[in-house]
């Protein structure tokens, strides 16, 4: 089976969690690093964050980098509190992990995520889920690896439904709309999995139950920590009956883009203050050919759901 590059950039919170062990757990696919990103928590934790689940799910070989600490606009970020709430403040939700035995490499992501483009070109996917700003960073310092870049996922925005820290902005895009902007009106091939995707595609303690069931480390941690999102799901978003995988079905889409239906668009993204940080089509370039973004409007939940538990469970069970 082909296996492609992959790079993850993360926030890592709990369902960017899920997204690394789907992307480990995934055959296709060579997981060569992981950009740590600011949003769910600190750049800083969120490296943190991700080198602990790497270790707990016996992928120690996957290198982190450290990206930017705050928005390409601003000198400083600062955890939105809705985000504490929804991930906890250790992002983990507040399940302890060990300190990881590594730490992030001295490389900085920006460089990383150059080199790596200018090495497997049109073999690397970048998978974003977090705020667009060390791929606009690294677009700005190296115009080509929009060329070069095979395809970038991301999770992140709403085109057919409302935003969810504002009526219009999915939490990502909100995070620095400016980089967004820039990455969405560049020559990059983007797929975007947004809100009307990832709303729909659930997990609930039925799921979380049968990884405690394992018996194993991995299935016990990623239980507990599941089932801290789904009890604050009740809290924010009683009407879904789960929690939402957004940032693994990011990774689903990126490997199997039949999972979703799809309209190819060219957009943009509002930085005005009224508008800040929507997703859009983009008036002037409404009739260009070949348009630069597919947005996921429907998905196959079903068929995603089984892949995503079939993918864990097995990893689980080994760990």
């Given at each position: 089976?082909?296996?492609?590059?992959?790079?993850?950039?993360?926030?890592?919170?709990?369902?960017?969690?899920?997204?690394?062990?789907?992307?480990?757990?995934?055959?296709?696919?060579?997981?060569?690093?992981?950009?740590?990103?600011?949003?769910?928590?600190?750049?800083?934790?969120?490296?943190?964050?991700?080198?602990?689940?790497?270790?707990?799910?016996?992928?120690?070989?996957?290198?982190?980098?450290?990206?930017?600490?705050?928005?390409?606009?601003?000198?400083?970020?600062?955890?939105?509190?809705?985000?504490a709430q929804i991930h906890g403040k250790n992002g983990i939700g507040e399940v302890p992990l060990?300190?990881p035995k590594r730490e992030p490499e001295t490389e900085s992501a920006v460089d990383f995520l150059?080199?790596?483009?200018?090495?497997?070109?049109?073999?690397?996917?970048?998978?974003?889920?977090?705020?667009?700003?060390?791929?606009?960073?690294?677009?700005?310092?190296?115009?080509?690896?929009?060329?070069?870049?095979?395809?970038?996922?991301?999770?992140?925005?709403?085109?057919?439904?409302?935003?969810?820290?504002?009526?219009?902005?999915?939490?990502?895009?909100?995070?620095?709309?400016?980089?967004?902007?820039?990455?969405?009106?560049?020559?990059?091939?983007?797929?975007?999995?947004?809100?009307?995707?990832?709303?729909?595609?659930?997990?609930?303690?039925?799921?979380?139950?049968?990884?405690?069931?394992?018996?194993?480390?991995?299935?016990?941690?990623?239980?507990?920590?599941?089932?801290?999102?789904?009890?604050?799901?009740?809290?924010?978003?009683?009407?879904?009956?789960?929690?939402?995988?957004?940032?693994?079905?990011?990774?689903?889409?990126?490997?199997?883009?039949?999972?979703?239906?799809?309209?190819?668009?060219?957009?943009?993204?509002?930085?005005?203050?009224?508008?800040?940080?929507?997703?859009?089509?983009?008036?002037?370039?409404?009739?260009?050919?070949?348009?630069?973004?597919?947005?996921?409007?429907?998905?196959?939940?079903?068929?995603?759901?089984?892949?995503?538990?079939?993918?864990?469970?097995?990893?689980?069970?080994?760990?």
């Amino acid at each position: 089976m082909a296996t492609r590059k992959m790079i993850l950039d993360l926030d890592t919170g709990i369902d960017d969690a899920m997204a690394i062990a789907y992307a480990v757990a995934a055959l296709d696919v060579d997981l060569i690093g992981i950009i740590a990103s600011y949003g769910n928590v600190l750049t800083p934790l969120s490296a943190q964050n991700s080198l602990k689940i790497l270790e707990l799910l016996g992928h120690s070989d996957v290198p982190v980098y450290l990206g930017e600490s705050h928005s390409s606009t601003t000198t400083h970020f600062d955890v939105m509190p809705i985000s504490a709430q929804i991930h906890g403040k250790n992002g983990i939700g507040e399940v302890p992990l060990p300190t990881p035995k590594r730490e992030p490499e001295t490389e900085s992501a920006v460089d990383f995520l150059i080199q790596s483009a200018h090495s497997y070109g049109k073999d690397l996917t970048v998978v974003p889920t977090g705020p667009l700003t060390n791929l606009a960073k690294a677009l700005k310092l190296a115009p080509q690896i929009q060329d070069e870049i095979g395809n970038v996922t991301l999770m992140g925005g709403a085109l057919t439904v409302p935003g969810n820290v504002s009526p219009v902005a999915e939490a990502n895009i909100n995070q620095d709309p400016h980089a967004a902007d820039q990455v969405f009106e560049s020559h990059l091939n983007i797929t975007m999995v947004g809100l009307d995707v990832t709303l729909r595609t659930l997990l609930t303690k039925n799921e979380t139950a049968q990884w405690r069931s394992l018996k194993t480390e991995a299935g016990k941690k990623f239980a507990d920590i599941v089932d801290y999102y789904i009890d604050v799901y009740k809290i924010t978003s009683p009407h879904l009956h789960g929690c939402a995988l957004h940032d693994p079905l990011a990774v689903g889409v990126a490997l199997d883009p039949s999972l979703v239906s799809t309209l190819d668009l060219n957009m943009f993204v509002d930085t005005t203050k009224e508008m800040w940080g929507r997703t859009i089509g983009d008036p002037a370039r409404l009739t260009d050919k070949n348009p630069n973004v597919t947005v996921a409007l429907t998905v196959d939940q079903d068929k995603y759901l089984a892949r995503f538990m079939d993918y864990l469970t097995k990893l689980f069970a080994e760990n």
